[in-house]
């Protein structure tokens, strides 16, 4: 019962070093979402996919890639990090579109607390 | 754009107490959705709302889907500590098909014992 899975939990980067965020799903959800959030933001959408081998951007995609090789796996990258990328970073997926249904809801990892000095 | 605007930011309240928190939209939605946020955790949904009018509940959790298409209500009856958390509105952002949500700011929720 691991649902969804965001390695590392914690780490802390200097600026310009690059770093991947990994989440790996065991529900054979097919849509999986990668999220920010800072204090008094909310949840703010990265980058998302609709499937295996597929990508698109979000709200704030900038300085961001990621890739969907595997259908469980869903992979977020930073280049080169910057002190504005400092935030918990969020993993959620979902079987169908949104995870609108009350019965196939997103689900949601329990995030990265990243640090960029 | 698609911005849910929630109040109040945050509440502290004693145990016991009903809490009445809205979410409002410029923009029309077609679903509404309630997740809750405990400390150190992800979102976990509460309730999801179909239809304009709609109310249903989910234990002492009831929420309403505005008339106007354009705002939600959650309230929580008779609180205890375990509802401490940050609660938020969400719905299908048109920006992506709706195949993505849209998350308002969240309301945090202290609960005195």
């Known amino acids: 019962n691991a649902g969804v899975t965001q390695t590392p939990k914690f780490r802390v980067l200097k600026t310009g070093q690059s770093m991947t965020l990994l989440c790996a799903q065991d529900?054979?959800?097919?849509?999986m979402y990668w999220y920010r959030q800072d204090p008094g933001m909310g949840l703010r959408l990265i980058h998302y996919?609709?499937?295996?081998?597929?990508?698109a951007k979000g709200e704030v995609p900038d300085g961001y890639n990621v890739s969907r090789l595997k259908k469980q796996n869903f992979l977020l990258g930073l280049e080169s990090a910057a002190p504005s990328q400092t935030s918990v970073y969020f993993c959620a997926s979902s079987y169908d579109q949104a995870g609108v249904y009350s019965n196939q809801p997103q689900h949601f990892g329990d995030g990265t607390r990243l640090s960029i000095l | 754009g698609q911005q849910l605007n929630q109040s109040p930011q945050s509440m502290f309240i004693q145990e016991g107490e009903d809490v009445s928190m809205n979410c409002t939209s410029s923009?029309?939605?077609?679903?509404w959705l309630w997740y809750k946020q405990d400390p150190g955790e992800g979102p976990v949904l509460l309730i999801a709302?179909?239809?304009?009018?709609e109310l249903t509940s989910n234990g002492r959790l009831t929420a309403q889907f505005g008339i106007t298409r354009k705002d939600s209500f959650l309230n929580i009856s008779a609180s205890i500590p375990s509802d401490v958390g940050i609660y938020f509105c969400?719905?299908?952002?048109?920006?992506?098909?709706?195949?993505?949500?849209?998350f308002g700011s969240g309301t945090r929720l202290q609960v005195q014992p």
């Open positions: 923009s029309i939605f077609n679903t």
């Open positions: 529900m054979n959800h097919e849509y």
């Open positions: 996919s609709v499937g295996e081998g597929t990508t």
């Open positions: 969400a719905g299908p952002r048109t920006d992506t098909g709706r195949r993505a949500l849209t």
């Open positions: 709302l179909y239809k304009a009018g």
